[in-house]
């Protein structure tokens, strides 16, 4: 199951717990946002057309449940997988406020019908389960069975029923902060791109789930950076101190080409030995061995290389 489907798996338990008025905006989401109607005996019917099996249930049941009317499921073989066809009666169309009749003919309305405070989020719910993506980046242990891979956080409703656009971003955007909205040829993209506002948006859903796993990842992949950034300082720490080393030997060598190493003074023939036998070491491990200070054979070694200079 993809990470998309196991947050909508989890929208959907929570849409019989709700509010009859709040269950209606569920389903006006699903099937206003399509706007696709059936003509039957003079009544525009609503449809909806799906792979989720648990949606095209769940919007029978509200049928039944809230407007007392049956709704007809039909499954499709297409290929290894099913569509549901889920037709609806025309009262309902009218009930949600989807359909308006004007000089007695029904037609089609394109304006979101309003919503009371409480029904908004269930709005989005519906908008969500039908019309809506989220992916996060694929964690490295595969924790998450299945996962689409994907290296950003992404979420996304693509709504079909363009009329509503302004008034779902205004409700969106009344939900979660970060919402952009984009026009598509065939639908009005809604979009978040930061984790935080995902975070936040699932968990307004009742993706809790959903959250954690997103969790999962933002603190796996900066244990991730930070263990990265730790072992380049290494490296480069290591970088320097071979750098260095290679000038004090080339330096300690010159000395002893030119033959001044044998005047120098016990110390710092005593650090250009150790230097010599131990051309890895770092400052600390020369001090110890010589049981002298960091800062002493610093200065010791610098003085080597000023002396070199003067071969
Ligand atoms: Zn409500």
Known sequence: MTYAQSVKDEILKTIK????????????????????????????????????????????????????????????????????????????????????????????????????????VS????????????????????????????????????????????????????????FKVTQREESVLLYLKDAENIGNMLVAMGAVSGKLMLENVLVERSIRNNANRQANCISANIDKTVAAAEKQILAIQKLKKCGKLQRLSDELKEVAEARINNPEATLLELATSLNVTKNCVNKRLYKLIELSQKC
């Open 123 to 178: 709005f989005v719910k519906g908008l969500f389960c039908t019309f809506g993506s989220v992916t996060i980046p694929k964690p490295a242990q595969g924790s998450i069975a299945n996962m689409t891979p994907s290296q950003s956080y992404h979420l996304e409703i693509a709504l079909p029923k363009i009329s509503w656009g302004d008034q779902t971003f205004e409700i969106l955007s009344s939900i979660v902060d970060g």
């Open 17 to 120: 717990g709700l509010r009859p008025c709040c269950q209606k905006s569920f389903l006006l989401a699903v099937l206003g946002g399509a706007s696709a109607f059936n003509l039957s005996g003079g009544q525009l019917c609503p449809t909806l057309a799906t792979r989720d099996e648990k949606l095209a249930l769940l919007t029978a049941d509200i049928a039944q449940k809230q407007f007392n009317s049956t709704a007809q499921v039909v499954v499709e073989q297409k290929g290894k997988n099913q569509k549901y066809n889920v037709n609806f009666d025309g009262e309902i169309a009218k009930a949600l406020g989807l359909v308006q009749t004007i000089d007695g003919v029904v037609q089609v309305s394109e304006q979101l019908p309003s919503l009371s405070k409480c029904c908004k």
